[in-house]
């Protein structure tokens, strides 16, 4: 059976869900600890324990919390069942253990759920290739992110612009990859292929790849187990091994392990904030700070505290590519210091500006920074920043015109990774339309508030009526900038 009529397949059950009121996110999470059950017994690696009591003790006369136990149930037994193994499962240790957290059965009608027993039971999914295992546990969550209601599309990050990424950086084998905001895997699985398809392995190498190079953190529980189990259908990590993926804060400290490369697209929402219940007895939002001495500012901005986070986990020499939103470029304060101190401490070497209409998450106007981390130095370490437009005159919208690997295929030629102090810029006086363009250290500095949001191409649409976009990506460019605005207004008002 073929990649796209298994994600069909398993799919489709879906939509017969819906009309029970199980939603995609929820039925992605019943799939996952099914798959994850089947493929453990197939594997003959796990020793399952027998059901436990309230307390998390096994029962002597419980029966085992295997696949085979449950497909063996129907009716009323089998929900009992179900639902029962799936609170044993979730006190267990190591990866079981993380893929049961607290794990709840949603399908309410043991027809269904037996139905859906018997689809994952037909395959022999050992049997099947890492790729297309992967590939189709990938559809099933893209399928997932595009469902507007599951809210799903904050943790799903457009795989052609991952792709992209990754092979600017080109990662190498023995060395070791973090993600402190990882979702469902992305960056991981993207480096992984890119490091197996570009280099001979020896056997040390493989055993590294799959066991030690992966680190990550992942606070929903949810999207933390389709994290661990995509980097499992992809041959990263052991099934009963112990999982690299933290659930806990990133923010919160400091890493004890340093690491080769930064692979990030933190979440999207500008301040980090809780929810507080206050003397009289309402529920209310405060901004929340990160008191960490080895930042450069304190501050409640989600995203300006990550970027200071990401530079604290790289090693020296090490290479960060990471997915920003337009604040961290030119918002004053604690960002002025951030961007400063970024350009001195670290080689700030590329900036890729980034079009509206890729993300599932409305509103985002974003950007990806590739730095180096380097030694203590006396003078500053960044001494340009190359700067590549594909915002300005560009259209993408998340169905129509999708964005593509082809369509970043002219930035990752002009990124030049074999060797970037070669580059050649494409803007210059007498072509002003070129899309890539350098400035230097004291030029940057110089900027109102060292502002990195820099632009400088026309837009067409405003001097061309003849050349608009279709409506509906124009409609789509409103509807994102009406969000952005929004968005800055909520936060103001929550501060107020």
């Not at 070791?176 to 993207?190: E, N, Q, R």
């Not at 950007?367 to 700067?387: G, R």
């Not at 030029?443 to 003849?466: G, P, V």
């Amino acid at each position: 059976m073929t990649e796209a009529s298994i994600v069909s397949k398993v799919w489709n059950f879906a939509d017969v869900l819906r009309d029970d009121g199980v939603g995609y996110g929820d039925y992605l999470e019943q799939i996952t600890y099914l798959l994850f059950l089947k493929m453990a017994e197939e594997s003959g690696r796990v020793d399952f324990p027998r059901l436990k009591d309230i307390n998390g003790n096994e029962l002597p006369d419980g029966e085992q919390c295997s696949w085979q136990n449950l497909r063996s149930k129907k009716g009323a037994a089998l929900e009992a069942f179900y639902t029962q193994m799936l609170r044993s499962l979730g006190s267990e240790q190591g990866i079981l253990g993380q893929i049961f957290t607290k794990a709840q059965n949603k399908v309410q009608d043991p027809a269904k759920l037996l139905k859906i027993i018997d689809m994952i039971n037909r395959e022999d999914w050992s049997a099947m290739g890492a790729d297309l295992k992967g590939k189709i546990y990938e559809g099933l969550l893209e399928k997932n992110a595009s469902d507007v209601k599951s809210g799903a599309g904050q943790y799903f990050t457009p795989r052609a612009l991952i792709q992209a990424m990754v092979e600017c950086v080109q990662p190498q084998p023995n060395k070791t990859i973090v993600d402190p905001s990882c979702g469902t895997g992305g960056f991981f699985l993207a480096a992984y292929d890119y490091i197996v398809d570009n280099h001979e392995l020896d056997r040390d190498e493989k055993k590294f790849l799959k066991k030690e190079t992966f680190y990550g953190n992942e606070i929903v529980a949810s999207t933390r187990r389709m994290c661990l189990m995509n980097m499992f259908l992809h041959n990263i990590g052991e099934i009963d091994g112990d999982s690299l993926i933290s659930s806990a804060d990133a923010l919160i400290a400091q890493d004890s392990q340093r690491h080769d490369y930064v692979l990030a697209n933190p979440p999207f929402g500008k301040k980090s904030s809780m929810t507080i219940t206050n003397e009289d007895g309402e529920q209310e939002r405060q901004d929340l700070s990160y008191n960490r001495q080895d930042f450069w500012a304190t501050t409640s901005n989600k995203q300006l505290n990550f970027l200071q986070h990401i530079k604290s986990l790289l090693k020296v020499n090490g290479e960060a590519a990471v997915v920003l939103p337009d604040n961290v470029l030119f918002e004053g304060g604690a960002g002025e210091t951030v961007r400063k101190e970024l350009l001195k401490t670290t080689e700030l070497h590329t900036i890729l500006r980034l079009p509206t209409g890729i993300f599932y998450a409305n509103g985002v106007k974003a950007n990806v920074l590739f730095f180096d981390n380097k030694a203590a130095a006396k003078t500053p370490w960044t001494q340009e920043v190359w700067v590549y437009d594909y915002r300005t005159n560009v259209h993408h919208t998340l169905r129509k015109k999708p964005l593509r690997l082809a369509d970043l295929q002219a930035f990752i030629k002009l990124y030049n990774p074999g060797s970037r102090h070669k580059r050649q810029e494409t803007w210059s006086e007498a072509n002003p339309e070129g899309r890539w363009r350098k400035f230097g250290y004291e030029e940057l500095m110089a900027r109102d508030k060292t502002n990195l949001d820099i632009f400088w191409l026309k837009d067409q649409s405003l001097a061309d009526l003849d050349n608009l976009p279709d409506p509906d990506v124009l409609a789509q460019e409103i509807v994102e900038n009406i969000e952005a605005g929004l968005s800055s207004f909520r936060e103001i008002m929550a501060g107020l």
